[in-house]
């Protein structure tokens, strides 16, 4: 990132509107640069809450739908217990400043952000709400017309359902589950590895066996396999689990 770059982001990470005004005035091109922590100027006003800094940023047009899988260190992380939401899943999850206001708790930020929103921008959110077991939130955004079944574009399968099962959220699961949520949706991973995984899959690796009922109650295919010929029961053979196992065979798997 060039130096003007590098600029504009601390300027909108320091709260110095006349400097981020006078920089991007000169260098329009620097209006979506990241810094090290792979977040936009866009992304800390919406971070710290800083509304005359966002407001000026999106009427210069800045890309809303960029996002970040980092946290920013600067003290003041949603990982605070006392200042902010969410917990460490929701860290590494991909994030824009949509999201990164409401998890930070800067809720006039986040309203105004939601204003105009498009269906992208409150997907992204619905997907960390759903790793992060945030049922509110969820619930405001599916109101808001968020498929349940969203996915982020067209060359991914990782749907709210896959998330909050990967990361235990039961009731996030069940809300989802009402709401539509198809439980028979695959979801492939780390570049081949559990291609086509089904949310019960999940389940029953992760240990998950609520959740594994409850995939089952709502028409989970029980002997759905991936691409490698796994099925629910083979994992939970592996894993020597006799409890797992007769649940399963009680519920068909073959």
């Given amino acids: 990132?060039?130096?003007?770059?590098?600029?504009?982001?601390?300027?909108?990470?320091?709260?110095?509107?006349?400097?981020?005004?006078?920089?991007?005035?000169?260098?329009?091109?620097v209006l979506n640069a990241r810094d090290a922590y792979d977040m936009t100027a866009l992304m800390w006003s919406a971070f710290r809450g800083e509304m005359p800094t966002l407001e000026f940023l999106l009427s210069r047009g800045a890309d809303r739908h960029c996002t970040t899988q980092n946290a920013p260190r600067d003290g003041t992380t949603w990982q605070t217990p006392d200042s902010a939401r969410g917990h460490a899943a929701t860290a590494l999850a991909p994030k824009n400043a949509l999201c990164l206001a409401y998890?930070?708790?800067?809720?006039?930020?986040?309203?105004r952000l939601q204003q105009d929103a498009a269906l992208g921008e409150m997907g992204t959110a619905l997907l960390v709400a759903?790793?992060?077991?945030?049922?509110?939130?969820?619930?405001?955004?599916?109101?808001?017309?968020?498929?349940?079944?969203?996915?982020?574009?067209?060359?991914?399968?990782?749907?709210?359902?896959?998330?909050?099962?990967?990361?235990?959220?039961?009731?996030m699961a069940e809300l989802l589950l009402a709401r539509g949520a198809?439980?028979?949706?695959a979801y492939s991973w780390t570049a081949g590895k559990r291609d086509g995984w089904t949310p019960l899959l999940w389940a029953v690796d992760g240990g998950h066996d609520t959740l594994a009922d409850m995939l089952v109650a709502a028409g989970g295919d029980v002997n759905a396999?991936?691409?490698?010929?796994?099925?629910?029961?083979?994992?939970?053979?592996?894993?020597?689990?006799?409890?797992?196992?007769?649940?399963?065979?009680?519920?068909?798997?073959?």
């Fill in 1 to 29: 990132m060039s130096l003007d770059g590098t600029d504009f982001v601390m300027a909108a990470r320091d709260s110095t509107l006349p400097r981020v005004r006078s920089i991007l005035d000169r260098h329009p091109d």
């Fill in 103 to 111: 998890l930070s708790v800067h809720m006039s930020a986040y309203r």
């Fill in 130 to 171: 759903a790793i992060d077991g945030d049922t509110e939130w969820a619930r405001e955004l599916l109101g808001r017309g968020v498929p349940a079944d969203f996915a982020a574009d067209a060359e991914s399968d990782k749907t709210p359902l896959v998330c909050a099962v990967i990361n235990g959220r039961i009731e």
């Fill in 182 to 185: 198809k439980p028979n949706q």
């Fill in 225 to 254: 396999a991936d691409a490698a010929g796994t099925t629910a029961l083979k994992l939970a053979t592996l894993q020597g689990h006799a409890g797992r196992i007769e649940r399963l065979k009680r519920a068909g798997a073959k």
